[in-house]
């Protein structure tokens, strides 16, 4: 297994270059929010929706106070808007009372915020915090599975499983090149894999041979 890890960081290394976050964002709370937005929902929409959300709601404390309908409203097209413009709304008054507007970077702490699981918490400490942590999204749980790097569907499992294969340093870019092979190549019930270049390493396509 730690041959096979290594060839296949390498070859995403080389095809995908290092970590870039895909949700727009200027600070911790903000990338907090599009995060919470980014639930079953594509983070190009997600970005069109915060382009507009963020000139309007400049601060933690004006999505503390948000009109709960309005913010509903602000946020529709991202889907679930009912349960996402409550979560949003409560994140930012716990955050105002209990951390002084600060977003925290201790996991307990983020998840302890409504809305926000393992997967957001990690992106927050990942991205804005820089320390080592494994995201497990949509593409991520699908392409480790397909790679045959976890058999689990779980994603706080699968976290743990890429936790002890991945070398710290590729904890962070691993979710973001997974996501841009997720979308180009190993594509959600239509996998390329005449075009996919990790084919050598993927359990799913050797088994298929």
Known sequence: ???????????????????K????????????IATILSAQCTDNRVNIVTKDLFQKYRSIKDFAEANTAEL???????GFYHNKAKNIIACCQKLLMDYDGIVPSDIDKLTSLAGVGRKTA??????????????????VKRVSNLLGLTQNKD??????????????????SFNTQVIA???????????QCQNCFLYPHCSYFLERK
């Open 1 to 19: 297994m730690e041959q096979k890890v290594k060839a296949i960081l390498a070859l995403l290394d080389e095809h995908y270059g290092p970590a």
């Open 21 to 32: 976050c895909y949700l727009d964002h200027q600070n911790a709370w903000q990338l907090l």
């Open 155 to 172: 994603p706080v499992k699968i976290e743990f499983d890429l936790m002890k294969i991945l070398p710290q340093d590729h904890w962070i």
């Open 72 to 78: 509903e409203q602000d946020i529709r097209s991202t």
């Open 181 to 191: 092979h997720g979308r180009k190549i190993c594509i959600a019930r239509r996998p």
């Open 122 to 139: 990690n992106v927050i400490r990942g991205n804005i915090y820089g320390i080592p942590s494994v995201v497990v999204d949509t593409h």
